[in-house]
């Protein structure tokens, strides 16, 4: 059985930091493109940044030069490293794994970041 499990979310001051992890398991971690996405209240989710398999990364133009993805393929751990946290940075952020077809086939709960003014 697949599983993600999101953490490294909370509540943080404009200009913060933030760490999310994204524990993989139940399939071979290193065979799949993933992504982490977020929703903001009121809003779709959207692809804030994602890591092919062979390594090709994306970043939304909104966290170009804030955020950074990366894999630890021993650990089955995506990580999103986040920078000069905005409000506008607050949603719930989701880690999606194996891309197939246009989608993601596998998605975690989600961690919650706030980031207050």
């Known amino acids: 059985q697949v599983r993600l499990v999101e953490s490294g979310g909370g509540s943080v001051q404009a200009g913060g930091s933030l760490n999310l992890s994204c524990v993989a398991s139940g399939y071979i971690f290193d065979h799949c493109g993933m992504g982490w996405y977020r929703q903001r209240p009121g809003k779709e989710r959207e692809l804030v940044s994602s890591?092919?398999?062979?390594?090709?990364?994306y970043y939304m133009d909104s966290v170009k030069g804030r955020f950074t993805i990366s894999q630890d393929n021993v650990k089955n751990t995506l990580y999103l490293q986040m920078i000069s946290l905005k409000p506008d940075d607050t949603a719930m952020y989701y880690c999606?794994?194996?891309?197939?077809?246009?989608?993601?086939?596998?998605w975690g709960r989600g961690t919650q970041v706030t980031v207050s003014s």
């Open positions: 890591i092919t398999r062979t390594g090709l990364l």
């Open positions: 999606a794994s194996c891309y197939v077809d246009g989608k993601y086939e596998y």
